[in-house]
């Protein structure tokens, strides 16, 4: 369910991969972070599934083929969670490239205007159409007024060829800095083709999978929700967080309720783990970067016996998933395609490695 102060767009059915528009104004990026590929590469070793629920030559069974499709799912959750990083990282990379090049034309400007200006003023003091050596020798009162008069040229003079030079060499870095953060832009827009490609890929084979686990039965396909997500919880009511932020936050993800999971999606309508997440928080106007990783780094720490309503749940390692703890163990979150936004358990995971307060 969308909320009437959503500003961000619909993602599309299956694949949702808009780039980002930007992040915090000035702020600078000077290389990939590291390990943001670690693990882009994990394949899949796909089974070839059986078209109804009965056992099949090979001894695949249909609770085996449930399994692999729960481990599927999450391989594809670390993929796309990975995308959104780079996006991030790529969002982070264009910014610099952009307070590079201002800064590189600010001191190229500079210099091209001491350069035209002071530059010649000093020269024409020597050689010119100013005030020159002889003309301070014909016109000074006396001598002490002349060596004072030769001594302030000599400042001058000088003063102006070290202030060109530390324009100079401002302007040459601000050029490498320019290069530099191209570069890395670059390089941040290969990592996200190169994981996009991957998940492409997975998707095909989730799709395959997702056909053929259609057959399964009802209570089958629950044990494939129980293993990656959680047996859905009732929505509980009266949830209060210990900020106004915190408090919008939790509002609005539990507004989500039953809106359906697709990677790479932030809303209104359709939702991944982390655009589930930021999506509620900038409902509050604190705005997180749609990735789990660097949702992880947000904040401030804090233990489970800490947990407060709004906080940010992690789980597997690195990571890969976001939820949202919403009191008495329980967390509302996006979990796994085919499965709606729900509560469940904050167990149900079985991987928590950490959690961050974002407000409050």
């Given at each position: ?6 500003l ?6 299956h694949?949702?991969?808009e ?6 104004p ?11 590929l ?12 059986p078209g109804?629920?009965?056992?099949v ?9 449930a399994a692999?499709v729960?481990?599927a ?5 670390v993929?796309?969670?990975q ?9 982070e990379q264009e910014?610099?490239v952009?307070?590079?090049g201002?800064?590189?034309?600010a001191a190229?400007?500079q ?7 002071i530059?010649?003023l ?7 159409s100013g005030?020159?050596?002889?003309d301070?020798?014909?016109t000074?009162?006396s001598a002490?007024d002349?060596?004072?008069?030769l ?6 003079a000088?003063?102006?060829n070290e202030v060109l030079?530390?324009?100079a060499?401002a302007?040459?870095q601000?050029?490498e ?14 990592a996200?083709d ?5 998940q ?6 989730i ?5 053929r686990?259609?057959?399964?039965t ?8 129980r293993?990656?997500g959680?047996?859905?919880?009732p929505?509980?009511s ?7 932020a915190?408090q919008?936050?939790?509002d609005t993800?539990?507004?989500?309720i039953?809106?359906?999971y697709v990677?790479?999606a ?9 655009g589930?997440t930021?999506?509620a ?6 705005m997180?970067p749609?990735?789990?990783?660097s ?6 720490p804090?233990s489970r016996?800490?947990?407060q309503?709004g906080?940010?749940?992690?789980f597997y390692s690195?990571?890969s998933?976001?939820?949202m703890y919403i ?8 979990s796994t395609?085919g499965?709606?936004?729900?509560v469940?358990?904050i167990?149900a995971?079985?991987?928590?490695s ?7």
């Amino acid at each position: 369910m969308a909320t009437p102060h959503a500003l961000l767009t619909h993602a599309p059915a299956h694949l949702h991969t808009e780039r980002p528009t930007g992040s915090a104004p000035g702020r600078r990026v000077t290389g990939l972070r590291a390990g943001l590929l670690v693990g882009a590469a994990t394949a899949l070793t796909v089974t070839v599934l059986p078209g109804t629920a009965s056992a099949v030559p090979g001894g695949t069974t249909a609770d085996e083929v449930a399994a692999q499709v729960a481990e599927a799912s999450h391989e594809l959750e670390v993929v796309s969670e990975q995308l959104n990083e780079a996006k991030v990282v790529l969002a982070e990379q264009e910014s610099a490239v952009e307070a590079a090049g201002a800064e590189a034309a600010a001191a190229e400007e500079q210099l091209s205007a001491l350069d035209g200006q002071i530059r010649r003023l000093a020269r024409s003091a020597y050689t010119g159409s100013g005030l020159s050596q002889l003309d301070l020798l014909l016109t000074s009162d006396s001598a002490d007024d002349l060596v004072s008069s030769l001594g302030t040229l000599d400042v001058i003079a000088g003063h102006t060829n070290e202030v060109l030079t530390e324009v100079a060499q401002a302007a040459e870095q601000a050029d490498e800095s320019r290069e530099a953060a191209a570069a890395a832009a670059a390089e941040a827009q290969r990592a996200v083709d190169d994981i996009a490609a991957k998940q492409e890929d997975l998707e095909a084979r989730i799709a395959d999978y997702q056909e053929r686990y259609a057959a399964l039965t009802a209570p089958q396909q629950e044990e494939v929700a129980r293993a990656h997500g959680g047996a859905s919880l009732p929505a509980p009511s009266g949830v209060t967080a210990s900020s106004a932020a915190a408090q919008v936050a939790v509002d609005t993800a539990l507004a989500q309720i039953g809106d359906p999971y697709v990677w790479g999606a932030g809303g209104p309508n359709a939702f991944d783990c982390s655009g589930l997440t930021s999506y509620a928080y900038a409902a509050a106007g604190v705005m997180l970067p749609h990735s789990s990783r660097s949702q992880s780094q947000m904040g401030r720490p804090v233990s489970r016996g800490e947990l407060q309503p709004g906080d940010l749940l992690f789980f597997y390692s690195p990571v890969s998933h976001v939820a949202m703890y919403i009191g008495n163990g329980q967390m509302v979150h996006a979990s796994t395609s085919g499965q709606p936004v729900k509560v469940a358990s904050i167990d149900a995971m079985g991987s928590f490695s950490g959690a961050r307060r974002i407000a409050g």
